[in-house]
């Protein structure tokens, strides 16, 4: 599988990201395992320490645990504490911005809901377990 990777962000810290994204979509569940740093490396073709980094931030935020001889699996409750900080990173880093170009295009209430409804510009995640 290949994936564009931003130039802007390192690419443990995308990887990172990508399961903070599976955990918040239902792709990870709760208790549920999280694809192997030998999978990962070898379907994103990146070295397999630079997965390990991307994991051991999990790791460090308590997202995900390592089980000796298991693997790495997340852990139950963090879905309600993720989905709290990814809005208020949201809201605090990328809503300005957006609500920049919203009031710059001079964009309705009733057209923002309109595109909402009708999938206009939604861009879902990438990535799921088990490709």
Do not use: C, H
């Not at 390990?52 to 460090?60: A, F, H, R, S």
């Not at 790495?72 to 990173?89: A, K, N, S, T």
């Not at 609500?99 to 409804?117: D, F, P």
Request: glycine share 12%; net charge neutral.
């Amino acid at each position: 599988m290949e994936r564009e990777w931003n130039d802007g962000q390192p690419i443990y810290r995308q990887l990172r990201d990508w399961v903070v994204g599976m955990i918040l979509d239902g792709s990870l569940e709760e208790g549920g395992a999280v694809p192997s740093v030998r999978q990962v490396a070898a379907e994103f073709r990146v070295n397999p320490l630079t997965v390990l980094k991307g994991y051991q931030e999990l790791v460090d935020e308590q997202l995900i645990e390592k089980r000796r001889g298991l693997g790495m699996f997340v852990r139950d409750g963090v879905r309600p504490l993720l989905l709290q900080g990814e809005r208020e990173r949201f809201l605090r880093e990328e809503w300005p911005r957006v609500s920049g170009t919203i009031e710059r295009l001079g964009l309705s209430v009733e057209e923002l809901q309109r595109a909402a409804k009708n999938g206009k510009g939604s861009n879902r995640l990438e990535g799921a377990q088990g490709r």
